[in-house]
């Protein structure tokens, strides 16, 4: 079946670090891929997709590239900043058609 | 605003009780979904319905039960057939179940704790 595998956290960095959350897929048929992000407490946001290969995703300057022969969809953020300290979770619907299929989630926490 | 309202936040619930969670959407979304999120679990799915009077099982339906009787609407039933059922359930919606590009919108949980 479809599955999500993420990097395992929690990851803590300092404000202003680099940040990179691998996320890798397997799927059956030809995913759309997402980044969803929450905060604690709350529902999931939607934080940004792809829906072909070699598509850019880009949102509140995080980025994350579908590489179809790697199946992967990594995000990446060039400085991160202490209000994004949260819970991100990768995710696929195969096809576009199905229910998503979500990873276990990465906490991230960034300290001043 | 449109959005998805999930109450109560916070459910509290003896043992052997059954317990139903509301989900309302008025973002006129055809499908709805429920998932079940535990600690390094991630999310899973219980329930999901792609148009009104007809859902299908998820991943873990096991002693769930839901109904779909309007479009805005998808409540979630806990029965006490449920062997864990002490998590926090997420409620979501997608403008169609046959198109899944634009992803979900989800609503902001309800917290069951089972004592």
């Known amino acids: 079946g479809d599955s999500v595998t993420q990097m395992e956290g929690p990851v803590t960095l300092s404000e202003e670090a680099f940040l990179t959350i691998n996320c890798t897929y397997t799927?059956?048929?030809?995913?759309?891929l997402f980044w969803y992000v929450q905060y604690p407490g709350e529902g999931l946001q939607l934080l940004l997709k792809a829906t072909k290969a070699d598509d850019k995703g880009s949102n509140k300057g995080f980025e994350a590239t579908y590489r179809k022969e790697t199946t992967s969809f990594h995000l990446e953020k060039g400085s991160v900043q202490v209000s994004d300290s949260a819970v991100y979770f990768c995710a696929l619907s195969d096809q576009g058609n199905t229910p998503l299929v979500f990873g276990k989630g990465t906490r991230l926490s960034v300290i001043a | 605003d449109g959005g998805i309202t999930q109450s109560p936040k916070y459910l509290f619930r003896k043992e052997g009780q059954n317990v139903t969670l509301s989900c309302e959407q008025n973002l006129n979304h055809d499908a709805m979904y429920w998932y079940r999120q535990d600690p390094g679990q991630g999310l899973r799915l219980i329930y999901y319905?792609?148009?009104?009077?007809?859902?299908q099982k998820g991943d873990i339906a096991e002693g769930y039960s839901v109904s779909r009787e309007k479009k805005e609407s998808f409540p979630l039933t806990v029965t006490s057939a449920q062997k864990n059922p002490t998590a926090f359930y997420l409620c979501?919606?997608?403008?169609?179940?046959?198109?899944?590009?634009?992803?979900?919108?989800f609503g902001s949980g309800t917290r069951l704790t089972v004592v």
């Open positions: 979501a919606s997608s403008i169609s179940g046959l198109d899944l590009t634009y992803g979900y919108t």
């Open positions: 799927a059956t048929g030809y995913p759309s």
């Open positions: 319905s792609q148009i009104v009077n007809d859902f």
